[in-house]
């Protein structure tokens, strides 16, 4: 049964400390995202991949944050330094697409809970 | 900024009857999926309609698409406990590749 994996599952830091979380997506799928989960601002996409390639990060702060796929079999985010309003849940998500393709289905891990003191 | 909201926000239902929520959009789409997240859960895919398809099906969920009205309708039918979840649609603008634009979704609760 394939799954996205995402560590850790839960993650207490405080204000300042660097924070990275990890992502495995589905073996076989080209498109990565992640995603920012709060009740105020609803799921928002912060960075996404294709092919291991950056397509699109407008909707991270790119200050503090940053998203890499080191190899295509995982994903990283990374803040730092973390700040109380970085509290949230973050979701990985990965796909199949095909050239030209449009937005498929997309696969969501079970997401890291960030709570930032 | 968000491409799809949906209609209404929360809904409280009784074990049995049929859920049906909405969704509308602002821009012409390639296609259009609803999600399901359970509390404190990943979002899980339900079923997506592409632009040139008016129905579609998936046991006992039922998705309409209008383009011409630019929404689309998500029905549950003969609902159960285990169906209590936060229900999304999500769009594929066509400027757009690949990302989904997501609502704020409606919570939906079935008492038993």
């Known amino acids: 049964d394939a799954r996205v994996t995402q560590t850790p599952r839960h993650k207490v830091t405080e204000m300042g400390q660097e924070v990275t979380m990890r992502c495995q997506p589905i073996?076989?799928?080209?498109?990565v995202f992640w995603y920012r989960q709060t009740m105020m601002q609803g799921l928002e996409l912060l960075a996404y991949f294709r092919n291991r390639a950056p397509l699109d990060d407008s909707g991270m702060p790119k200050d503090r944050f940053s998203a890499e796929m080191p190899d295509a079999t995982l994903a990283t985010l990374k803040i730092q330094p973390s700040e109380p309003r970085d509290s949230a849940v973050y979701f990985c998500?990965?796909?199949?697409?095909?050239?030209?393709?449009?937005?498929?289905?997309?696969?969501f891990g079970p997401g890291t809970r960030l709570l930032v003191l | 900024s968000q491409q799809g909201e949906e209609d209404p926000q929360a809904l409280s239902i009784q074990e049995g009857e049929n859920a049906t929520m909405n969704c509308s959009y602002k821009t012409s789409i390639n296609n259009l999926q609803w999600y399901r997240q359970n509390s404190g859960r990943g979002l899980v895919h339900l079923i997506l309609?592409?632009?040139?398809?008016r129905e579609k099906h998936s046991g006992r969920l039922r998705v309409t698409l209008d383009t011409s009205k630019k929404s689309s309708s998500l029905l549950i039918t003969a609902s159960r406990a285990a169906d209590t979840a936060s229900y999304f649609c999500?769009?594929?603008?066509?400027?757009?590749?690949?990302?989904?634009?997501f609502g704020a979704g409606t919570t939906v609760t079935v008492r038993a």
């Open positions: 999500a769009t594929v603008i066509r400027s757009n590749d690949y990302k989904l634009s």
């Open positions: 073996l076989g799928h080209n498109t």
């Open positions: 309609i592409r632009s040139n398809e």
């Open positions: 998500a990965s796909g199949l697409s095909y050239s030209g393709g449009r937005g498929e289905t997309q696969y």
